[in-house]
């Protein structure tokens, strides 16, 4: 062994977590642990590609895996486990590494976010550059492929399909030799059994881990002889095989399944009633709420023992002594193993299956929390989201039924899951359709909602196509005033936000408001909500009077309410502190923004993605009041963590980026600020269209930064181009038209030709002041500059007259000590940026 394995087998694991317990009684396989050992390479430096280990059910292949991770930990720094069986759930498991490779967790960043950092962690090899990964039933390989980590660390996949040997090395891993059967038997039950008694039940057993492991429990908790086991299994193998079993799953692991549910049935035969449910369930842990709460949900099958608690806690008693079910009281969850619940899926009966897979829609319906944006109910929902593809949840046409399958994408939404929900999404349209037919308001609610996520992917020519039908059917099917329809409708409007059609989305959210304040009232969660929207829209067309009035209203009754989540009001706040702003009154929101971003910290988390963008927020309301470095400093940790969190093409991290620019040019660092502008600009053409208004807004900055660094004549071409794209999509008093033009004006000037540069400050400096007053920050940029354009072309008495009364109204608004007052008394022009807001 080389000098560094010998100090990497010396070196303790920083991380060993979710790995099962080492089974004591694990023999045999020493063939494979050296095939995996060698595959892998765990000694070497290398990359290398993961391994799967491929075979059918109940060979063994979780306790190989668990297995060579104790007998190898030292070689790795990382150790981490995965359920794969729910390709949904493996985004969480993966999230759950993120504090232990030093990044923020889920609960501040969403699921997906954090997964998404996990995989770049770990292929970039900081923190850990040795690390194991292993994903434990990964039965569908395109679904998981794309969390699969590459790099210097390494994979284990444990599954039946064969078909990841299309995609990795696999190792074939079968039942066990005829002496590990023996041995592993052995050793469990000690002097109760001979090696003839154990060939003898190996025989029976053919040999499969999983049946001998089952088998020996049974033996052990019931003391009954060798003999009497497997005549009982003989006596039961002609009717398993008349049940048409799966070819997957051997004839003996039937027989000994077959064995423990005919102990029960003599014992208490309401528990194989439960346990036949239990089959209906997915392999995940079933939440023991799900059999208390939903006991009003369910039919006659499952409602005499569930209406029953001591009958209900001797069946699962029962189960839990003959190893049945798996009961972890910690987290208050039974499990029943997949090959189980096929067995018994398989022996019931046609009807009674559908009639328990009913029953079992109804109590997942039954005990599911009401509402997916709340996120203290999340882990409720994570339990429940397990069973939802396996349970067939898809195809039940109760409405309750099908409002949990939506809330459950709801929640896969919200949590930023958006491949999950789409996915999920795309299934429930094609059935729902097939059912009910394309204009049912299921199948239209479910278009909604693959809408929003669309919105979520940046997907928004696709998001509005799919709203406005789905819009359409809405009211065609069951008027407009419906609440689903209302609901529809603010869809709507959001994925027109999304295409930049400010105004048509605030001519939509203003009847919207209008209908909710009919339908629900003036003060319900929906009509607040519908404020909020409208107040954005206000915003995003540059009436900010409008948007701060809404706002200040719908903050007031959310800070006041009870049952308002911190995120929505953190939300609601910062919109409000924002809009205070480009209202002009940059010290007062200011102060709010601080607030805000404080509250954020303290009640969600530095690194939540609401309080990332109140600390965007805060910081570009600090450098609009002068306070420059404190800006910078909190701008570059919020890009950092935007980055880190959602990488570059996000519009969270595009946003952060060019207000980052913005202060890095304000501080004169130009050529740095120039370069991340750049970065930043690059992405917005394909995440927003080159027509949006962002996209031309954004070249405000570039056209700025392009003078600064010594091209007027280009910063002029940026600058017209984006002027003409502003003017065609806004209008030209819009704000961020009017702040194309004062750029434009300091590039005339620039240039040298102060008489353009006059005549289109005189016209801007009109416009600014009807649209938002002599004192709004815009008119003070406008009317200094244009001073120094009639200074320029002679007019010098009308220069000093408007001079004078805008350091009069800046020393009033902004405070005599504020760095562009002084610039302005120095003889400096002023420059205009666009900082983008969320949609």
Partial sequence: MSENSHSMAARAPQVWERVPKRNPNFTGRADLLLSLRKSISPVTAVVAQPMALQGLGGVGKTQLAVEYAWQYRSHYDLVWWVSADQPMLVPSSLAAMATALGLPPATSTGVE?????????????????????????????????????????????????????????????????????????????????????ANQVAEVLGDLPLALEQAAALLLRTLMSVDEYVSLVKKRTGAVLSLEKSPTYPQSMTAAWQVSVSQLEDRVPQ????????????????????????????????????????????????????????????????????????????????????????????????????????????????????????????????????????????????????????????????????????????????????????????????????????????????????????????????????????????QSDQELLEAYERVTGPQSGETLQARNNLAIDYALTSDYDAAGKLLQDVYLHRSSAEGVGRRVLLSTWTNLSRAVRLGGQVQVATDMAEEAYQYGVAQLGDDHPITLLAAKDYAISLRRSGRLPEALELLRD?????????????????????????????????????????????????????????????????????????????????????????????????????????????????LGLHDEARRLGEENHRRIQAAFGPDHYLSLVCAANLSFDLRATGSEREAERLLADTTRRMDAVLGRDHPETLSVLAGERLHSDFDPPPI
């Avoid at 990964?133 to 790099?151: Q, T």
């Fill in 271 to 506: 528990a194989v009633e439960l346990l036949r449910c239990c089959a209906f369930f997915g392999p995940e842990p079933i939440p023991r709420d799900v059999f208390r709460r939903g006991n009003r949900a369910v039919g006659p099958r499952l409602g005499k023992i569930l209406s029953d608690p001591i009958m209900l806690t001797n069946a699962l008693s029962n189960l839990e002594r003959l190893a049945l079910v798996k009961v972890e009281p910690s987290t208050r969850t039974l499990q029943v193993h997949r090959l189980n619940q096929a067995l018994l899926r398989d022996e019931t009966s046609p009807e009674d299956r559908e009639e328990l897979r009913h029953e079992v829609h109804m109590l997942l319906a039954g005990t599911a929390p009401s509402d997916p944006d709340d996120t203290a109910r999340w882990p409720r929902f994570e339990e429940l989201a397990a069973h939802l593809e396996p349970s067939g949840v898809i195809d039940c046409t109760v409405p309750s039924v099908r409002t949990f399958a939506l809330d459950l994408v709801r929640y896969l939404y919200v949590r930023g899951s958006y491949r999950q929900a789409e996915a999920l999404l795309n299934q429930y349209i094609a059935k729902w359709t097939e059912a009910s037919g394309a204009r049912h308001v299921d199948v239209l609610a479910a278009r909604i909602h693959l809408g929003l996520v669309y919105l979520g992917l940046t997907f928004y020519t696709r998001a509005y196509e799919l709203m406005s039908e789905a819009l359409q059917g809405m009211i065609e099917t069951i008027g407009p005033e419906r609440l689903e329809a209302l609901w529809a409708k603010n869809g709507n409007a959001g994925a027109l936000r999304g295409r930049g059609e400010f105004f048509q989305a605030r």
């Fill in 113 to 197: 976010q954090a997964a998404q950092s996990v995989l770049r962690a770990l292929q970039s090899g900081v923190p850990y550059r040795s690390w194991l990964v292993i994903f434990d039933n990964a039965e569908e390989p395109d679904l998981i492929k794309d969390y699969i980590p590459r790099g210097t660390g390494h994979v284990i996949i444990t599954s039946r399909n064969s078909r990841w040997s299309d995609y990795e090395d696999t190792v074939a891993v079968d039942v066990f030799k005829r002496e590990e059967s023996m041995a592993f038997l052995l050793k469990r039950l000690g002097s109760a059994m001979t090696e003839p008694e």
């Fill in 638 to 750: 919020t890009h950092t963590r935007l980055e880190r969190l959602y990488g570059d093409v996000h519009a969270d991290t595009m946003a952060a980026a060019l207000g980052l620019s913005n202060a890095l040019r304000a501080d004169g660092e130009v050529a740095e600020a120039l370069q991340l502008a750049k970065r930043g600009l690059d992405h917005y053409p394909d995440v927003f269209g080159p027509n949006h208004p962002f996209t031309h807004a954004c070249s405000i900055n570039l056209a700025l930064l392009t003078r600064l660094n010594g091209d007027p004549a280009k910063a002029r071409q940026i600058s017209e181009r984006a002027l003409a794209g502003l003017t065609e999509r806004l209008g030209a008093d819009h704000d961020y038209t009017v702040s194309c033009a004062i750029n434009l004006q300091n590039d005339l000037a620039a």
